[in-house]
């Protein structure tokens, strides 16, 4: 059983200019008293072949967290255009926000974004050189793919002195039978 209950994620000013910042309204539950902080990140895919191009967005701590409800903003600055290839900017990709507890995540919730031009000519007839200022992006906000990891919110409750599991990295999101595990609504 989970300390922590993600009860809502609302992703707010969505569709929005490429540039604009992120804002996602997350909602959650604790369940027993946590001593140390939550650390939620935003990170943006910016290619599906290399890792080296994904970008932190954004990495905050909220706590200690006692048993209640609680609802925060969390607010992160666009990626930085130039460290995403010209070829991998128009398209789909993915924007990861995480949770971690004990440096343990424990939960991921998964976003396709479509960028594309704002405009139906540009898209018609990209020009050579991605026009930034006219990408709009599209979180597909209705279908997250959220993956949930066990992890030990009490490690000091641990007699054999074990290490809690580890979570696996986005390449290895997958079961025994080789494939993904079932996406479960946020």
Not at 151 to 163: S, V
Request: hydrophobic residues 35%.
């Amino acid at each position: 059983m989970s300390a922590v209950n993600i009860t809502n994620v609302a992703v707010l000013d969505n569709p929005a200019a490429f540039l604009n910042p992120f804002q996602f309204e997350i909602s959650y539950e604790c369940l027993t008293p946590l001593k140390d902080d939550l650390e939620w990140k935003l990170i943006y895919v910016g290619s599906a072949e290399d890792e080296t191009y994904d970008q932190l967005l954004e990495s905050v701590l909220v706590g200690p967290v006692n048993v209640g409800n609680y609802r925060f903003v969390l607010q992160a600055d666009p990626p930085d255009p130039s460290k995403i290839r010209e070829e991998d900017i128009i398209g789909v990709t993915v924007l990861l926000l995480t949770c971690s507890y004990l440096g343990q995540e424990f939960i991921r919730v998964g976003y396709y974004v479509n960028n594309d031009y704002d405009d139906e000519q540009l898209r018609e007839e990209p020009p050579p050189k991605v026009l930034i200022d006219r990408v709009q992006r599209n979180i597909l906000a209705d279908k997250p793919r959220v993956t949930k990891f066990p992890i030990n919110f009490h490690p000091e409750n641990n007699e054999q002195g074990e290490q809690a599991p580890s979570s696996p990295d986005r390449a290895t999101e997958i079961n025994a039978n080789g494939e993904e595990p079932p996406a479960v609504p946020v």
